[in-house]
């Protein structure tokens, strides 16, 4: 019992220590949630309150106007809450669950930004990848893993170049980009989750416009990266935990 005890203490205080950095998580959607050709946002765009701390509260309105700033308030943190709480209660441990808290901060910040603007930065999407792939190297893991993962993130990138050539420019460049973190944090355990990942993702997409037809209302372009993120999420944490 005392085992038990201890353990669940320990995952309640790592739990306890990632939440804490999700006023960052925040204050990165902020950021980066622009128009194309704009610069980075650092300041509240009514009064010029720098960002943070002024627009990081869960909130999600400038302390100083009142202004509506960044991600929906509450649902980062509800969803960062989830996510990171399922990681965690998953048993993943040391290494690994830092490589994929990382994982899962980024995927959470570019899948607000893509819901805000429909937008997927190339850096965000650079430094989740690249902060994934040095936080596991320490964990080392059999070669088939780092195979599994690298090919993942080759073959969906490639798939979503070629739709973006045969589509003339429909899908961005942003979704191209955000293949690689999708492909190699699922693939990381297995190359078909990162399919399940894709056809789970497309299915909430495909039921959104199917959504928004029965409800009347207008047409418009759907943040494909957002609902990438939604199902990724969900098939890697059901994998950790079953």
Do not use: K, N
Request: glycine share 10%; net charge positive; hydrophobic share 50%.
């Amino acid at each position: 019992m005392t085992t038990t005890a201890s353990r669940t203490q320990r995952r309640v205080r790592d739990g306890a220590y990632i939440l804490a950095v999700v006023p960052l998580l925040r204050w990165l959607v902020a950021h980066h949630a622009v128009a194309p050709g704009t610069a980075w946002r650092t300041r509240c765009d009514t009064y010029s309150s720098l960002l943070w701390p002024a627009a990081c509260g869960p909130s999600g309105r400038c302390r100083t106007c009142q202004a509506r700033i960044g991600a929906s308030p509450y649902w980062l943190e509800a969803v960062a809450a989830l996510a990171i709480g399922l990681l965690v209660a998953s048993g993943a441990r040391g290494w690994e669950l830092a490589a994929y808290t990382w994982w899962t901060a980024g995927m959470l910040v570019l899948g607000f930004v893509d819901a805000a603007v429909l937008r997927l930065p190339h850096r965000l999407t650079a430094a989740t990848t690249a902060g994934t792939v040095v936080l596991l190297a320490p964990l080392g893991g059999p070669a088939s893993s780092w195979w599994s993962a690298a090919i993942s993130a080759a073959v969906l990138a490639g798939f979503y170049a070629l739709t973006r050539i045969i589509s003339r420019g429909d899908l961005g460049l942003g979704d191209v980009a955000f293949a690689v973190p999708v492909g190699f944090g699922a693939g990381w355990y297995d190359w078909r989750l990162a399919v399940a990942a894709v056809v789970v993702g497309h299915t909430l997409a495909a039921a959104g416009i199917v959504g928004r037809r029965i409800t009347g209302r207008p047409s418009s372009p759907l943040p494909l990266g957002t609902y990438l993120v939604a199902a990724l999420l969900a098939v890697v944490v059901v994998h950790r935990i079953t």
